[in-house]
């Protein structure tokens, strides 16, 4: 290969990628021109709900069942991960993925006997567990403190550098959406999320083409409830005060609305509903009280003349193809040289050779 | 010992026989196709091999092991593939998509390596790619210029073709076709025949459930025929054309000499 052909496959790259690459580094920049902490607060907060949207996208949007007791692994990450460095005095570095595990295992424990089963078992299940979590966290007050919550959650520190500023924690969870948005994509785009598709679109023809149903519905949920305790972790370290309040089920309707209003089984769509719900809200902060008839307003809205969201089951690509680059098509070689004959079926056994 | 041996197997939703006692075996490398009016319970017999349906008495063999208590994706791991009379499509998946998946327990990607993605997840990809193209290439231009599209929005005669196409995918050992070529007029009809003949010339066995007299006695080496949930006779086509029971089946007692 020669030096002209990198270059072109270099600059063809960044072509491609160009937006990509034009978003991340808006993102990454923000917090240099913008100087009002109350902007980062928000776009924080965006940020934990882009991972929750995501992850509940990963079993609502991806695996087409439906769980709306999200808040629940939420708020165990936020409670483990507070109990953990305060009361066992562990590092947050150790904390945030602890808390994850300790979410995934919960996970684990209401996915084993509801997954097996087809039809509502699980969103039964995840309400009930949603209602029961906030029950507990209330009535156990040797170990929640009850509806006082837990406050004076020490600030996260990474080695010898402690969080305290708003851009601090606005890189710290820069970096978690990072995390999360590519390692769903490479699950996504593999052939552990072709089962997963498979299982939402026809879960007998899965079944009969020798995808174990039971066993990617589980993994789709543990990895989801893993995802939302690390973002409960960060919500626990970055307010440094939790109470059951903020675990309800008001909290899974929230994240519910915001793939219905995004749209699910796509890595898009649950972005921008995170995006809007945090956004417009406190947009419209001056309407005070008449905010939530706006509120219900949008997804009357949505429900009537959109019904899959603002994006739809579908792959979005930001991919741009240089013109030297051509676009991915059916490979014509195939139709063209090899079998296009006057009989459809001459000679084209290859196929299906055992080999 | 049998390719694949139903050994009186008993199906009963409720208090109504879906199958009753059915036994026959058929041997590797046969086209068998099993015909009855509608209602006699073929698509049961076929979720019962397939393992969708558990039923309470008798066994079905495959290559001597007993199928009994298997899950379907532990049966198709075991290579019976099928096709479904409804077709099952993954709607909102491409025709790729669809033939990759159709390969499924074949590729070794799981969660770990689909998340770092070592070499060989790509080198796995393109294959299965390449594969899955392959076997789309059976059906000449009706499939493959349409790989990036979702499935729903193939017609229905490529809708069943698809489904063909990805139980081929899963390299099967034995293929239950359930009627195959419903909806599809008599020149695809035709081509479907010479595709199952060719099917089984590459080796895989295969069990079809029609309703096309064409196809029956153009394409199968022995029919099943069944009725009301029993097995009334077995043959090569010639001798189940002028079989009593199966007229008296199809056409009612009155009528049984118009045939002759």
């Not at chain 2, 939703?13 to 058929?26: H, P």
């Not at chain 2, 008599?186 to 196809?215: C, N, Q, W, Y």
């Given at each position: 290969?020669?030096?002209?052909?990198?270059?072109?496959?270099?600059?063809?790259?960044?072509?491609?990628?160009?937006?990509?690459?034009?978003?991340?580094?808006?993102?990454?920049?923000?917090?240099?021109?913008?100087?009002?902490?109350?902007?980062?607060?928000?776009?924080?907060?965006?940020?934990i709900?882009?991972?929750?949207?995501?992850?509940?996208?990963?079993?609502?949007?991806?695996?087409?069942?439906?769980?709306?007791?999200?808040?629940?692994?939420?708020?165990i990450?936020?409670?483990?991960?507070?109990?953990?460095?305060?009361?066992?005095?562990?590092?947050?570095?150790?904390?945030?993925?602890?808390?994850?595990?300790?979410?995934?295992?919960?996970?684990?424990?209401i996915?084993?006997?509801?997954?097996?089963?087809?039809?509502?078992?699980?969103?039964?299940?995840?309400?009930?567990?949603?209602?029961?979590?906030?029950?507990?966290?209330v009535?156990?007050?040797?170990?929640t403190?009850?509806?006082?919550?837990?406050?004076?959650?020490?600030?996260?520190?990474?080695?010898?550098?402690?969080?305290?500023?708003?851009?601090?924690?606005?890189?710290?969870?820069?970096?978690?959406?990072?995390?999360?948005?590519?390692?769903?994509?490479?699950?996504?785009?593999?052939?552990?999320?072709?089962?997963?598709?498979?299982?939402?679109?026809?879960?007998?023809?899965?079944?009969?083409?020798?995808?174990?149903?039971?066993?990617?519905?589980?993994?789709?949920?543990?990895?989801?409830?893993?995802?939302?305790?690390i973002?409960?972790?960060?919500?626990?370290?970055?307010i440094?005060?939790?109470?059951?309040?903020?675990?309800?089920?008001?909290?899974?309707?929230?994240?519910?609305?915001?793939?219905?209003?995004?749209?699910?089984?796509?890595?898009?769509?649950?972005?921008i509903?995170?995006?809007?719900?945090?956004?417009?809200?406190?947009?419209?902060?001056?309407?005070?009280?008449?905010?939530?008839?706006?509120?219900?307003?949008?997804?009357?809205?949505?429900?009537?003349?959109?019904?899959?969201?603002?994006?739809?089951?579908?792959?979005?690509?930001?991919?741009?193809?240089?013109?030297?680059?051509?676009?991915?098509?059916?490979?014509?070689?195939?139709?063209?040289?090899?079998?296009?004959?006057?009989?459809?079926?001459?000679?084209?056994?290859?196929?299906?050779?055992?080999? | 010992?049998?390719?694949?041996?139903?050994?009186?197997?008993?199906?009963t939703?409720?208090?109504?026989?879906?199958?009753?006692?059915?036994?026959?075996?058929?041997?590797?490398?046969?086209?068998?196709?099993?015909?009855?009016?509608?209602?006699?319970?073929?698509?049961?017999?076929?979720?019962c091999?397939?393992?969708?349906?558990?039923?309470?008495?008798?066994?079905?063999?495959?290559?001597?092991?007993?199928?009994?208590?298997?899950?379907?994706?532990?049966?198709?791991?075991?290579?019976?593939?099928?096709?479904?009379q409804?077709?099952?499509?993954?709607?909102?998946?491409?025709?790729?998509?669809?033939?990759?998946?159709?390969?499924?327990?074949?590729?070794?990607?799981?969660?770990?390596?689909?998340?770092?993605?070592?070499?060989?997840?790509?080198?796995?990809?393109k294959?299965?790619?390449?594969?899955?193209l392959?076997?789309?290439a059976?059906f000449?231009e009706?499939?493959?210029?349409?790989?990036?599209?979702?499935?729903?929005?193939?017609?229905?005669?490529?809708k069943?073709?698809?489904?063909?196409?990805?139980?081929?995918?899963?390299?099967p050992?034995?293929?239950l076709?359930?009627e195959?070529?419903?909806?599809?007029?008599?020149h695809?009809?035709?081509?479907?025949?010479?595709l199952?003949?060719k099917?089984?010339?590459?080796?895989?066995?295969?069990?079809?459930?029609?309703?096309?007299?064409?196809?029956?006695?153009?394409?199968?080496?022995?029919?099943?025929?069944?009725d009301?949930?029993?097995?009334?006779?077995?043959?090569?086509?010639?001798?189940?054309?002028n079989?009593?029971?199966?007229?008296?089946?199809?056409?009612?007692?009155r009528?049984?000499?118009?045939?002759?």
């Amino acid at each position: 290969m020669n030096l002209g052909s990198v270059i072109k496959k270099g600059i063809g790259w960044i072509i491609a990628h160009g937006l990509y690459i034009l978003i991340l580094g808006v993102f990454a920049l923000l917090p240099f021109f913008l100087k009002n902490p109350y902007y980062i607060r928000i776009l924080i907060f965006i940020g934990i709900y882009i991972i929750l949207a995501l992850s509940l996208n990963l079993i609502n949007g991806y695996t087409g069942l439906l769980s709306i007791g999200h808040a629940a692994f939420y708020g165990i990450g936020a409670y483990s991960s507070a109990l953990l460095t305060l009361r066992l005095g562990f590092p947050f570095l150790i904390a945030l993925p602890a808390s994850g595990m300790i979410a995934a295992i919960f996970g684990y424990l209401i996915g084993k006997p509801t997954l097996r089963l087809r039809g509502i078992f699980l969103t039964l299940c995840t309400l009930g567990f949603n209602i029961i979590f906030v029950l507990a966290l209330v009535n156990w007050e040797s170990l929640t403190r009850g509806p006082l919550g837990i406050a004076g959650i020490p600030l996260p520190k990474i080695f010898f550098h402690t969080f305290q500023r708003q851009e601090h924690y606005y890189y710290l969870i820069f970096f978690l959406v990072l995390f999360t948005v590519a390692s769903i994509y490479q699950l996504i785009h593999s052939r552990f999320g072709n089962a997963l598709l498979s299982i939402r679109e026809e879960e007998t023809a899965a079944e009969a083409v020798g995808v174990n149903t039971v066993h990617y519905k589980m993994a789709a949920f543990i990895i989801s409830t893993f995802y939302a305790g690390i973002a409960g972790s960060f919500f626990a370290h970055y307010i440094r005060f939790i109470s059951p309040d903020s675990f309800t089920f008001w909290e899974s309707f929230t994240l519910l609305a915001m793939l219905a209003i995004g749209g699910q089984g796509n890595l898009v769509g649950p972005m921008i509903g995170a995006f809007l719900l945090i956004a417009i809200p406190e947009i419209f902060r001056f309407l005070a009280d008449y905010r939530m008839i706006f509120y219900g307003l949008v997804l009357i809205f949505m429900m009537l003349f959109r019904r899959e969201g603002l994006f739809r089951h579908r792959i979005y690509s930001l991919r741009i193809y240089p013109p030297w680059e051509k676009k991915e098509e059916a490979p014509q070689y195939l139709v063209r040289d090899k079998f296009l004959t006057d009989d459809p079926f001459k000679e084209t056994t290859d196929g299906i050779s055992k080999s | 010992m049998e390719f694949l041996k139903v050994n009186s197997v008993t199906k009963t939703f409720g208090g109504l026989y879906a199958l009753k006692g059915v036994s026959f075996s058929i041997s590797e490398g046969e086209i068998v196709s099993i015909i009855g009016p509608n209602g006699a319970g073929k698509t049961t017999l076929f979720n019962c091999i397939n393992g969708i349906l558990l039923f309470l008495e008798g066994e079905v063999l495959f290559e001597g092991r007993s199928l009994n208590g298997f899950k379907p994706h532990e049966i198709a791991e075991l290579g019976i593939a099928r096709t479904f009379q409804v077709t099952r499509l993954f709607g909102k998946m491409t025709i790729l998509e669809t033939m990759i998946l159709g390969q499924h327990y074949h590729l070794r990607t799981g969660i770990w390596s689909a998340l770092l993605r070592p070499r060989w997840v790509s080198v796995e990809e393109k294959e299965a790619r390449e594969k899955g193209l392959n076997i789309l290439a059976l059906f000449g231009e009706r499939l493959l210029p349409r790989i990036n599209e979702f499935a729903d929005t193939l017609s229905y005669a490529n809708k069943r073709r698809l489904e063909i196409a990805r139980a081929l995918a899963s390299e099967p050992k034995l293929l239950l076709l359930d009627e195959p070529t419903a909806g599809m007029n008599p020149h695809e009809t035709e081509a479907i025949i010479t595709l199952i003949k060719k099917i089984r010339d590459s080796g895989i066995t295969v069990f079809i459930i029609e309703h096309d007299m064409k196809v029956i006695m153009g394409a199968s080496d022995r029919i099943i025929v069944l009725d009301h949930g029993e097995k009334i006779a077995e043959g090569t086509p010639v001798q189940i054309q002028n079989d009593e029971r199966v007229i008296q089946a199809y056409m009612g007692k009155r009528y049984h000499h118009a045939s002759t």
